[in-house]
């Protein structure tokens, strides 16, 4: 490794060398300096705005951090466009990852309103009152989940117990529901999301708190709606769940009914079957706030009660809610 | 080493020394904060309950037994096809190819390296699984040979590199006393070159390993995150879910300091583990003391 032609390097002047290296010392040194003076400057040129108020609570300086429901993010990020054009001196940051996330990131007080498209539960109320923390609950909207399939698909309607069958892994052919022979694919979203939460609890447990019956081993647990969404266009052989306002119109939306006496109505899910309470897997979206809201959480809490701010639910797919 | 008599020489010595031992102490201490993270793990639930088969935390059952086994399959199955093919290409660039293919090829295999892995992942979602839906008539191509496919060409790049230098090495005498010997080239090349650059082809196998094993994204788009238990051969091609997928998805949604938190630290102690007996492994073939023979006769 060691060359031992080392020692027959050319015995050049000692002066020149050291001539040469004094030169590029002082050059990086004034190099260096004028980039130490660079970073000064950038850095006392980013100050924070003034004109705002001093105290560093987040509600009272006009800036709101909204974390949580992946369902809800696009419609918390509509809200908060319209609203910081409304009120241009206002600051809201929006990100999804999920119900779990956002309800977990109130107790670590890293967020001022966690969006939930699920109940807290009650271990998490526990955990948010040994941090000091009340959560208090607003209901901003209301959503359907939609159950979906591939448009090639026979199947055009569906019981809960059914739903309940397929996804706990009792029905495995979509000929035992009078379709095609095919292995039913199951499609469902991660643990974190409330979606699938909601799904657990309402569709395969059909709302009993005893029941202890699980998602079967082999549904796929996938990441996000999209992924979801390019799985059922191509894959006949799938069944997903999401909420309505990501279903595009190249999936097919099944009919559900609760009951499963004689002719019962299966119902399409759509705003005017959530609010009169005949789709049967409807729940409510949350938003969650850290004890009572005060200031400028206060204020955007009650600005997503006007009708303006419902419009945008319904345009995203959601179903406002009337009247307060 | 002689000891250096100039004072700037000693500065940059220790300068570099120091640097030289961060990296341990990064080590240790990235390993000291999955233990005291992922230890509480241990006294909350018990040991006989990570052995259990049944993953879904946010109901207490914390089997890791799936998710180990999604690892390895995917793992293993992704060096079944780099490894081969990856030697085959290291030996076909280094020393078959002519001058100008060579030069043509090297950095092609080394862009296929610096794809981004979510970008793979995304197409190997869109494209790839429905292929293997189609033409493996499987219920669903969301599986772990999708994965272990987009990991192989993940983990290819990074073998054919170094193996390919590995080869290059090799000091033409050693080709040129075997083929004076009589072997043909392919001989030369399997029984005479490739044992020579041993060490450099096992580090570039370790090394895709490595990468293989701790690719999250690929895997959380492509293998469907199905925590399942293995069935015999028809393993690879059902649904699994890799320990670095969980960890990925989970972790944004726990408590800080709840069970499910340590849990999902424990799981990356395993994963540390996994990799440092990979690389302790790897060490005691590649840093072999050579045989006094070897030593006089080279």
């Not at chain 1, 705002?52 to 908060?80: F, K, R």
């Not at chain 1, 909207?141 to 399939?149: E, P």
């Not at chain 2, 180990?68 to 030996?91: E, F, K, R």
């Not at chain 2, 840093?287 to 080279?298: A, C, D, G, N, Y």
């Amino acid at each position: 490794m060691f060359n031992s032609n080392r020692n027959l390097l050319p015995d050049c002047s000692n002066s020149l060398i050291a001539k040469k290296s004094v030169a590029i010392i002082i050059w990086m040194q004034s190099k260096v300096i004028q980039l130490l003076i660079l970073i000064v400057l950038v850095t006392t040129a980013c100050s924070p705005r003034t004109g705002d108020d001093e105290t560093s609570l987040a509600d009272s300086n006009e800036s709101i951090n909204n974390v949580g429901s992946d369902t809800m993010v696009n419609l918390a990020l509509a809200c908060a466009e319209q609203y910081q054009m409304d009120n241009p001196q206002s600051n809201l940051s929006v990100s999804g990852g999920g119900s779990g996330t956002g309800i977990a990131s109130l107790i670590n007080k890293t967020t001022d309103l966690a969006n939930a498209s699920r109940k807290i539960k009650s271990e998490e109320i526990v955990n948010a009152q040994a941090n000091g923390i009340e959560p208090v609950e607003f209901i901003v909207a209301r959503d359907a989940i939609a159950v979906i399939v591939n448009p090639n698909n026979p199947i055009s309607q569906l019981t809960l117990q059914q739903l309940s069958d397929i996804y706990s892994g009792k029905i495995n052919n979509w000929q035992e529901l009078g379709g095609e022979d095919r292995p039913i694919v199951r499609l469902s979203r991660e643990t974190n999301s409330g979606t699938h939460v909601y799904f657990l609890e309402q569709v395969l447990r059909l709302g009993d708190k005893n029941d202890k019956t699980l998602f079967s081993t082999d549904t796929l647990l996938l990441p996000s709606s999209e992924v979801i969404g390019a799985e059922i266009r191509s894959n006949p052989n799938a069944i997903g769940y999401d909420g309505l306002g990501y279903v595009t119109p190249d999936m097919k939306v099944v009919a559900v009914t609760a009951s499963q006496l004689g002719d019962p109505d299966f119902i399409y899910p759509s705003s005017e079957t959530v609010n009169d309470g005949t789709y049967p897997i409807a729940r409510d979206l949350y938003m969650y706030t850290a004890g009572e809201p005060v200031g400028f959480v206060k204020k955007y809490i009650g600005w997503i009660y006007t009708p303006q701010a419902q419009e945008i639910v319904s345009d995203l797919g959601f179903v406002p809610i009337l009247a307060k | 080493m002689q000891v250096p008599r100039i004072k700037s020489e000693s500065l940059i010595t220790g300068l570099i020394k120091v640097f030289g031992y961060s990296a341990i102490l990064f080590v240790v201490l990235i390993f000291y904060f999955l233990i005291s993270e992922g230890f509480p793990a241990i006294t909350e639930v018990s040991f006989s309950e990570f052995l259990k088969t049944r993953w879904y935390p946010i109901e207490d059952y914390f089997g890791i037994l799936p998710l180990l086994v999604g690892s390895l399959v995917v793992t293993v199955g992704a060096l079944i096809i780099a490894v081969p093919i990856g030697l085959l290409t290291a030996i076909y660039i280094a020393e078959v190819a002519s001058p100008q293919t060579k030069e043509i090829l090297k950095p092609l295999v080394e862009l296929l390296g610096g794809f981004p892995s979510v970008v793979l992942g995304f197409l190997g979602l869109l494209i790839l699984s429905q292929y293997v839906r189609q033409i493996l008539a499987l219920p669903t191509g969301l599986s772990a040979l999708t994965g272990a496919l987009l990991l192989a060409g993940i983990a290819i790049p990074s073998i054919v590199s170094i193996s390919e230098d590995a080869l290059d090495t090799v000091p033409k005498s050693y080709r040129d006393a075997s083929l004076a010997l009589g072997a043909t080239e392919w001989q030369t090349i399997w029984w005479v070159t490739l044992p020579a650059a041993k060490s450099g082809v096992l580090t570039a196998i370790m090394l895709g390993i490595g990468r293989a094993i701790g690719e999250t994204m690929v895997v959380l788009m492509v293998t469907g995150n199905a925590p399942m238990m293995p069935t015999g051969l028809s393993t690879l091609i059902n649904p699994t879910r890799t320990m670095t997928a969980t960890i990925a998805a989970e972790m944004g949604e726990v408590a800080n300091g709840s069970t499910h938190y340590h849990v999902l630290f424990f799981i990356g102690i395993v994963l540390f583990i996994i990799t440092l007996i990979i690389n302790v492994f790897a060490s005691t073939f590649v840093f072999r003391r050579k045989k006094r023979s070897e030593r006089i006769l080279s």
